[in-house]
């Protein structure tokens, strides 16, 4: 065995080529990124698949085709993204696997970075498929090795689901040194249960069902479900997935005695450990993030079986359905079920603290794109779509430049819905290269067919930029075992039916300006493709600096870009050391005062 | 042995490579050790916290108010926005350069380090104000200064952890040719603890 520090996300990927596995496809989101980045490092060595797809329903179709074959197969992707691909999910619970398919869905509670506190646990309920909730690193990569047995057992795919805090939380963990060789798969072999027609989905449905109290009993012995009873009290706590720590920790920080059950297995809550748990108490608090998923059948369950012991959780609203737990929120929780007032800390009031949102970088060809589009649309109307990436944060203040932002895809085909009711306005929509390529390029059809007279912006920075640089279709580049096909932007555009497609180097304002005016002002959809490759994928050119002698404080580099790179010193604006050179704060001086450093 | 230490900072500042190398010297050292960080949106010029747990039978890897030895601060305000996670008696070790967010350029909120100075000297018992813009400059680059408060925090009494083991942990983690600069920026955080 070797120590090894693992991110939760690396460890996920680990338990993953120890099970075995032959394919695994994703598409980045925060927090899930790392799994298929780690997977496609130890691949080469280990001998199996990987690939960067263009959005989550396409990773899991692929995952789902080779585990047809026999093979081992994994989709990883952040919650909101298992909402792209609930379609194959939702048919692939009646229609089953061979080889052991395991999805990865990271849930994001807070939300850190995602658009929704969605629960996956709830998902799986509804897809009828069993989910696994890791409490730590360690316990996500024990998981996502059993997940693959588990999966080839039932023949359905099976959810592992970490949150945020078991993704990004680094542990030390014991590795084999050797991984053992699965034997090739069988190969696909024809059968018409792979076509789901409704005459096959009626008799699977029952077979689905049932495999609900198969999976119950199978995980009902399961070590990932814990009771540790206290003979001294008759309190219990039942604990699901990262809760459990905060239990734990809470119930040595106070004193306090309870019976816990960790529950790792959420969904179908086995009902042996939880029998047992009622033996030994007389009142139970359900602690668990998010919905009320081991609290629901929990319930259920005491009702089926006439147990009377009163269950605390989020319907008598101790425990919030909302936001992310830690220690202090979870010792809370436990302090009002015992009765006891928590104790109240005499603060001392804060100072007030600088706000301190996350913004564009310094140089970000986004900045630009938006001030360009500004410019172009100053005196008018227009409003602008957004979508999800980096650029999302031309929402913030001072570029104020996006009204609208959704889901991934969604700013194009808004637009064109806007446009339906307000078609004397100009609306343009502004969303990345790789999120065109996930599902804005649908859109983009859909606006050419239907003819909506809409501006689509494609802000092309050569990368997947805010879940850390994986590469696209435009890049050409897989980021996996090496070079894919490069599928051109302005090209796909044009094929799509659009007559106008522009591309334009943000750098440039000028050029930018006058391309922008054009395209809003254009009868029909019209694409215009921002090109400049993600600063933070270059090296800096030479910095700019501001001749105090010539400024006059107008105010306009630091309040109309917002750059991180532009303070003030002494009272006038002043260019930092996060001076990427790009040059845009030069172009937009009324007089000339900003220069390159010679 | 147990110890819970938090590192705060603005994205950028490199928090995560000085959680990572604490992680690295306690495996080192035979220690079980969790951490969490933040990765993702908040990386652009966000407020960034990591939480390092070091020791054996460790719950969860996120520190409860008012629970860590140590809170490590690459960024002033950032230090002031952390300090309910220091225990009474623990010890701050703050970098006092101020990194003005946009905002504030902006008119929409307020910095002031004198205020913030003040405010961590009352509510800390320890606190250890360094100037990580010069000290960083000094090793050759203004982005050591992560390092430089690694050096400097390898210097506390009673830590579980070696000196020794942090840098070499450091040194794993960054590429070969900045061994050298990062070595004596290391080195230049332990002597300005010498002040203290």
Redesign the interface.
Known sequence: MVIKLLMGNEAIAHGAVEAGVKVAAAYPGTPSSEILETLAAMAGEHGFYTEWSVNEKAALETAIGASFTGARSLAAMKQVGLNVAADPLMSLAYIGIKGGLVLVVADDPGPHSSQTEQDTRKFAQFAKLPVLDPANPAEAREMAKYAFELSEQLLLPVILRPTTRTCHACQDIDLPEDIRKNPPPAGFEKDPNWVIFPSLSARKHIWLNKQQERTGNILGLSPFNRLEIDGDTRVGIVACGLSYNYVREALQLTGLRASVLKVGTPYPLPAAPVMELFKHVDRILVIEEQEPVVEDQLISLAWQQGLTAPISGKHDRLVAREGEFDVDKVKAIIEKFYGLQPESGQETPLPELPLRPPVLCAGCPHRASFYIFKEAARGTEAVFTGDIGCYTLGAIPPLNALDTCLCMGAGVTMAAGLHRVEPGRKQVAFLGDSTFFHSGVTGLINAVYNRADITVVILDNRTTAMTGHQPHPGIGNTGTDGQGTTVDIAGLARACGVDFVREVDPYDLTAGIKAAGEAMNHNGPAVVIMKRECTALVEKDRPYTIDRKDCIDCGACVENLGCPAIGRQDGLPAINANCTGCGVCAQICPVQAIRRKL | MKSDIVISG??GQGSILA??AL??A??AKGL????????????????VTSHIRIGNNL????????AADYLISLEL??T??NL?KLRPGGTVITSKTAI???????G?????DE??VQ?IK??AEKAIFLDLESLSLQAGT?RAGNVVIMGAFSTCPGLPLQGEQILQAILQLVPERYRNINTHAFELGRQAMEEF
């Not at chain 2, 719950?59 to 008012?66: H, T, V």
């Open positions: 603005v994205g959680s990572r992680a690295g306690a495996i079980n050790v969790l951490t969490s960080e933040v990765i993702g949106m908040a990386q652009r010029e966000g407020p719950s969860g890897a996120l520190i409860p108010d008012y305000s950032e002031v926005r309910n003005i967010p946009t905002s504030v350029q902006l929409l909120s307020k910095y002031d205020i913030y405010y009352e509510q203004p």
